[in-house]
T-cell receptor, first 118, second 116 residues
Framework: AQKVTQAQTEISVVEKEDVTLDCVYE???????LFWYKQPPSGELVFLIR??????QNEISGRYSWNFQKSTSSFNFTITASQVVDSAVYFC???????????????FGSGTQLTVLP | DSGVTQTPKHLITATGQRVTLRCSPR?????VYWYQQSLDQGLQFLIQ???????AKGNILERFSAQQFPDLHSELNLSSLELGDSALYFC???????????????FGEGSWLTVV
């Protein structure tokens, strides 16, 4: 069984502060994918990043960075110099890597509500 | 814009009624997923179709059913609706090919269902 834990239910920061959202996962699969999605107040789920379990290189995209540590089963997300527009619910998710056409549904964490105050 | 289209965006209906939610996946994507997001249950996987065939089933109630048509669009049918079925229903799609890029699942904007 797969499980994703986002222990931080709500985080509030002041604009320009850095913030890290934690994600811990459990899986018996040896190969898997990890994702982060953003859900702004409008409701849509916006894809941010996919990480493959065999690639532990950290990634940076503008103000966003992700720290994947297989040894601790964590995939944390950092926003540098946060902005009010970053206010949203952020979800971490996990899926198994299976052959083409197989079941690959996502298991989501409960989400972290990030509020960036001006 | 993810490329996944869902209709309707908002729907209000009475208990006991039946509704159909429609989803058009991204061009070229063969797999369609349905998720339900409610306040108490979070994001729950309902069902997955791949090229017209059911591939995985999650926490989908017997009152709910889905199908994927030859043109790859999908419909989620919700019947005998109860107040607790009020939720945001997402459709998502992915290519599910051998290329790594095919493993990203993109979501539509969701269909807000309110049962009164």
């Amino acid at each position: 069984a797969q499980k994703v834990t986002q222990a931080q239910t709500e985080i509030s920061v002041v604009e320009k502060e850095d913030v890290t959202l934690d994600c811990v996962y459990e899986t018996r699969d040896t190969t898997y994918y990890l994702f982060w999605y953003k859900q702004p107040p409008s409701g849509e789920l916006v894809f941010l990043i996919r990480r493959n379990s065999f690639d532990e290189q950290n990634e940076i995209s503008g103000r966003y960075s992700w720290n994947f540590q297989k040894s601790t089963s964590s995939f944390n997300f950092t926003i540098t110099a946060s902005q009010v527009v970053d206010s949203a619910v952020y979800f971490c998710a996990l899926s198994a890597a299976r052959p083409s056409g197989s079941a690959r549904q996502l298991t989501f964490g409960s989400g972290t509500q990030l509020t960036v105050l001006p | 814009d993810s490329g996944v289209t869902q209709t309707p965006k908002h729907l209000i209906t009475a208990t006991g009624q039946r509704v159909t939610l429609r989803c058009s996946p991204r061009s070229g994507d063969l797999s369609v997923y349905w998720y339900q997001q409610s306040l108490d249950q979070g994001l729950q996987f309902l069902i997955q179709y791949y090229n017209g065939e059911e591939r995985a089933k999650g926490n989908i109630l017997e009152r709910f059913s889905a199908q994927q048509f030859p043109d790859l669009h999908s419909e989620l049918n919700l019947s005998s609706l109860e107040l607790g079925d009020s939720a945001l229903y997402f459709c998502a799609s992915s290519l599910l090919g051998e290329k790594l890029s095919g493993n990203t699942i993109y979501f539509g904007e969701g269909s807000w269902l309110t049962v009164v």
